[in-house]
């Protein structure tokens, strides 16, 4: 995956650390089991616990993830987020309108977090960024217009329609002013925005951020200071979520 800025290469990314530090174990155990299995008969002789008939199985416990600051700004005003601005806990999702896995966090998990968003127990924001290229850049800022509309949820909704990314050949410009006149929004205003100056500023800023902390595939999410990196399954955000509620409640 590509480096989302050229200054964020010069820079470790924190919450990719214990990742790394997941696959070495991972490999120091393989080497171990490997170094062990050339004793044929101590394993003819008998299944040790935690063995199956295929072989060995080791368990690896992935270290607890650094936590990273609070990237939730809070803003009133911030087109691209849904839900209290003093919720107890922030969810900041670092999304590409060409990313499958994002697609599918979308539509099995964001509706979870929305639920969540109303009941008060959380501020959802959005950071749409530009990974895969030309298409992903100009869709960030479509969707932002579309925000400055209070129609940002519904436009994402729509890229993402069914679990699914658009070709890049339906992200040109002509393609998404055309879904916007779709969903009802006054085109002749989103057009303009799409093509201002303070919306490329806007995405820029999201790109920049990411780029700071060492986002170099989407999604990725900070949930309460919490990194989750892909789509993980509902169960991890609902999990996290919960606990970072019953911290913050004391």
Same mark, same amino acid.
């Given at each position: 995956m590509p480096s989302t800025s050229t200054t964020s290469s010069a820079r470790r990314p924190a919450w990719l650390?214990?990742?790394l530090v997941a696959l070495v174990a991972a490999v120091?155990?393989?080497?171990?089991?490997?170094?062990?299995?050339?004793?044929?008969?101590?394993?003819?002789?008998a299944e040790p616990?935690?063995?199956t008939g295929e072989g060995p199985v080791a368990e690896v416990v992935e270290p607890e993830q650094e936590a990273l600051p609070d990237m939730a700004r809070r803003d009133p005003a911030d087109p691209m987020a849904v839900g209290p601005v003093d919720a107890p806990v922030s969810l900041v999702v670092y999304s590409d309108f060409q990313c499958p896995f994002c697609a599918m966090w979308s539509e099995q998990t964001q509706p979870t977090m929305l639920e969540r968003a109303e009941a008060g127990d959380l501020r959802i924001e959005w950071r749409d960024i530009n990974v895969f290229g030309q298409e992903s850049l100009i869709s960030a800022r479509a969707a932002y217009a579309a925000g400055l509309q209070d129609r940002y949820v519904e436009y994402h909704d729509a890229l993402f329609e069914g679990g699914e990314k658009r070709p890049a050949g339906e992200l040109d410009e002509e393609s998404l002013?055309?879904? !916007? $006149?779709?969903?009802?929004?006054?085109? &002749?205003?989103?057009?303009?925005?799409?093509? %201002?100056?303070?919306?490329? !500023? $806007?995405?820029?800023?999201?790109?920049? &951020?990411?780029?700071?902390?060492?986002?170099? %595939?989407?999604p990725a999410f900070l949930l309460g200071g919490t990194p989750i990196l892909g789509a993980q399954p509902t169960e991890v955000f609902v999990e996290t979520l919960d606990d970072a509620l019953a911290e913050a409640q004391g």
């Open positions: 650390v214990p990742v120091l155990v393989a080497v171990s089991l490997v170094a062990r299995g050339g004793d044929s008969e101590a394993g003819a002789a616990e935690g063995t002013i055309e879904l !916007a $006149a779709e969903l009802g929004l006054d085109t &002749e205003r989103f057009t303009a925005n799409l093509r %201002s100056e303070e919306v490329a !500023a $806007a995405v820029a800023q999201n790109q920049d &951020e990411a780029a700071s902390l060492g986002v170099y %595939s989407t």
